[in-house]
């Protein structure tokens, strides 16, 4: 019987020889390099859902201590209730029974409310704290988002490295030196039997080459179980005889050196290595097959710290955050930019809906004393108008003979914060003033300090409009007002220092008022200044002229609030003499006391 050369040795022609794409030294090489960045981002991945973990926790506590705090809201203000009942009952004896103590009972009032307040107090900064981890676990969601897609894409990069490595190790040419004995029929012609042993010693080559390549493959292991489902497409390219002829068994031996070289499939890398096909395809071939396929689209949702700002995604305008763009998976350029701000660019390769929030920085211009500026509130709002203060020398304190060094900048409010925008800050906190736990706010009537029950900042014994300063509030108050707007806007704003304050109301004056030493007509409402507002009421913010940095009301309309501990207030009002409201003057007043004639007005700290 004849046996016929098996159809992968008829291809016999050098042309036909593939050059390997990749070196195995240069593929052990990437594989290693990605499997220690592999092995570095599985450990940044878990650390990060570790952090998440922290994070989850600290919330779980931190809304456990709010509800801990309403609850203990409800009690204190029933507490609070009781109390007043109590006082008022008191009030109410003390008409029958002049000589009736009720200093226990005003004493269990004044208790019930610091209660009150404090535990206001700390729910506010219990909730600000919860906004704060809520924003940070929601980021490190995204974070470890962004961690699992790196992770798999170098996972993917390592299935391909492998691929590329064992496609170049397939690929090597090698010459197979064999010998192969045959024992011929009978009935064949020498001629014949030469043919045959020939043939079936070539068969012999390419299984022993076969066996090399497997045996000489960096994952021998692994090839080894699918070996025998692929094709290596193994060509014979030249082969020569070295010795044929009977030996003394009267067998027919034959000795061949042949160079052979295997072929595979792209794909057949990924078959011996169990991956998918994508995993050997060229990136490029791949992609071209795909364009008229599906593409997947997810949803890219977009926030910053700032309003008005404007957004790009791979060159094309969307707007101003926040918005919601629909985009095809993959990788994508984000920048955000607004006028006075470093622009925020970041690359993204999006496999699933995806949030962003962006951090604009400020712009480190050279400040200059004047400029004036409002910081965006939440719902399309402004923060109060402000004015920049630069470092310096200044002079402060009675007939200007104190020199201080002013050694930061600082922005301060154009005007006392208004009833207005007082008003935003309660109806979006549902904050509740001292004067309105206390249902108390002080008057001054002919020079008599006079408490007017059940006034407040909505009714502070006067008519106000919205553009009036904002009367009845507290230190507290005010302070709370400034930790909302730094919430808020994302900067630090507080009450100023005795020194800021005086800085501004001078305005580079050593006069007792910024125009000069005597009062004179239609420069501020103070009492008795003759102004139509005087010994009256407030005045609407800007109705006197500014003083020459663009401060308005620093003289009069209302005491206004300083951070210094003491308690201290400065300016004058509408209800005190002009001699009070000079540029060094000041007035002391307990933190928790409202009145009808104090405000404040804001600093917002510059970096």
Known sequence: MRYGLPALLLALSPSLVVTAAYAADNNVSSVSAINDALLNKKTELQDAQAKKQTQQKAYQHKQDELRQLEQKADALNKQLQAAKQALHQAYDEMLTKPNTDISSVKSAYQKAWSQVKANQKEHLSVQQTLDELHATIEQQDQHIQQLAVARDKLKAQKRQARAHRLQGELEQKHEQKIRFTNRCSRNMT?????????????????????????????????????????????????????????????????????????????A??????????????????????????????????????????????????????????????????????????????????????????AVLKEQANILKAGHKFADSLKGGLKAPEMITMIPG???????????????????????????????????????????????????????????????????????????????????????????????????????????????????????????????????????WSGSQWSNKSTSPVKSFDPNHFGFYDMVGNVWEWTNDERGMARGGAWSFSPDVAKAYSHLFIAPDTAANYVGFRVVRELQ
């Open 268 to 357: 057949v890398a990924c078959q011996l290595l169990g991956f998918n096909q994508s995993d050997c395809v060229d990136p490029e071939k791949l992609a071209q097959s795909q364009k008229n396929q599906p593409v997947a689209w997810v949803s890219l949702t977009v926030h910053s710290n700032k309003y008005h700002d404007h957004i790009m995604v791979d060159d094309v305008n969307y707007g101003s955050t926040p918005t919601d763009i629909m985009l095809p998976v993959g990788e994508h350029e984000i920048t955000i930019t607004k006028e006075g701000y470093h622009d925020f660019t970041k690359t993204l390769d999006i496999r699933s809906n995806y949030t962003l929030r």
């Open 190 to 266: 020498i001629a014949q039997c030469a043919t045959q042993t020939k043939e079936l010693g070539l068969q012999k080559a390419v299984n022993q080459y076969q066996q090399w390549l497997v045996n000489n493959a960096t994952e021998t292991d692994v090839i080894k179980q699918h070996v025998n489902n692929v094709s290596l497409n193994i060509h014979l390219l030249t082969h020569r005889t070295l010795k044929s002829g009977f030996n003394n068994n009267n067998q027919y031996e034959t000795v061949i050196s042949a160079e052979l070289e295997a072929r595979p499939d792209k």
């Open 393 to 527: 020398e200044y002079l402060v304190g009675e007939h200007a003979n104190h020199k201080i060094v002013l050694d930061h900048a600082f922005a301060l409010g154009a005007t006392p914060v208004t009833v207005g925008q007082f008003e935003t800050f309660i109806n979006q906190t549902n904050y509740q003033t001292d004067a309105e736990l206390k249902h108390l706010c002080i008057s001054v009537n002919e020079t008599q300090f006079t408490p007017l029950s059940d006034s407040y900042w909505r009714n502070p014994g006067f008519r106000q409009t919205a553009k009036h300063p904002v009367a009845c509030v507290s230190k507290n108050d005010a302070q709370a007002y400034t930790a909302w707007l730094s919430k808020q806007t994302g900067f630090k704003y507080r009450l100023p220092s005795t020194n800021e304050w005086e800085i501004a109301a001078r305005s580079g004056s050593q006069s007792d008022y910024w125009w000069g030493d005597e009062f004179g007509a239609n420069h501020a409402n103070t009492g």
